[in-house]
């Protein structure tokens, strides 16, 4: 952060780190119960990692002393560079957004990733009495 005059700040944060452990799934059975429907069949428990996370923030804020306290007012753009950072794979029986089979999953597992949002801009105000 840095402090431009007496009331403006603005800032950055990086926040990066190693991807998640996951427990792939390897193929799919039929259910003993209904030979319609597949069941997954799974990997080896946490065998596999998920893709690095990373994404950069951004906030300038506005601080106005008061005798009865302050006000702040403050805009932040997160993940300011879109990246859409993968949180986990879900197994998709449904067919909807499929992805192509991450490391570990069979062939003919259906998967859909799932992601963060992407650019989120948020605006705020602060009042302390």
Do not use: C
């Amino acid at each position: 952060n840095r402090l431009i005059g007496s009331r403006w700040m603005i800032g950055f944060k990086w926040n990066y780190q190693s991807g998640g452990r996951y427990t792939p799934i390897t193929g799919l059975t039929p259910s003993s119960s209904d030979p319609t429907v597949l069941e997954p069949v799974y990997g080896t428990l946490n065998s596999e990692q998920l893709p690095d996370y990373h994404r950069l923030d951004f906030r300038t804020e506005y601080l106005d002393q008061r005798s009865w306290g302050y006000f702040k007012f403050f805009i932040d753009i997160l993940n300011g560079y879109n990246r859409n950072n993968v949180t986990g794979y879900d197994y998709a029986p449904n067919g909807n957004n499929l992805v192509s089979p991450p490391p570990g999953f069979g062939e003919d597992v259906p998967v859909t990733a799932r992601t963060t949002l992407g650019l989120l801009p948020s605006i705020g105000v602060e009042v302390q009495f």
